[in-house]
């Protein structure tokens, strides 16, 4: 069965990408680093930055993590600070 457009706009996208002039990944990777370093992690921070960066730039995030943290994985830091659902909807955000 062939399902036929009318003249509807499409759907707009919830998720708008922040203007090249305030999204920094080098900065994103800086505060992630911070949010999960030493006793407790920041959840709240890394949903606020992961949460509120389009699948784009999440994947310019996770290239400029190694460079910014050297020998560190952003993939594996979170596996080991996030647990649960948490880091199911984290990791997977990374994809």
């Given at each position: 069965m062939k399902v036929e457009r009318t003249?509807?706009?499409?759907?707009k996208p919830t998720l708008l990408p922040i203007s090249d002039n305030l999204f920094s990944a080098e900065k994103d990777c800086m505060e992630l680093r911070k949010a999960m370093k030493g006793l407790g992690t920041n959840e709240r921070k890394i949903?606020?930055?992961i949460g509120t960066r389009t699948n784009q730039q999440r994947q310019l995030i996770k290239k400029t993590y190694p460079k910014v943290c050297p020998d560190r994985?952003?993939?594996?830091?979170f596996r080991s600070e996030l647990s649960g659902n948490i880091r199911n909807l984290v990791v997977n955000f990374l994809y």
């Amino acid at each position: 069965m062939k399902v036929e457009r009318t003249n509807k706009q499409l759907p707009k996208p919830t998720l708008l990408p922040i203007s090249d002039n305030l999204f920094s990944a080098e900065k994103d990777c800086m505060e992630l680093r911070k949010a999960m370093k030493g006793l407790g992690t920041n959840e709240r921070k890394i949903i606020n930055i992961i949460g509120t960066r389009t699948n784009q730039q999440r994947q310019l995030i996770k290239k400029t993590y190694p460079k910014v943290c050297p020998d560190r994985d952003l993939l594996k830091d979170f596996r080991s600070e996030l647990s649960g659902n948490i880091r199911n909807l984290v990791v997977n955000f990374l994809y």
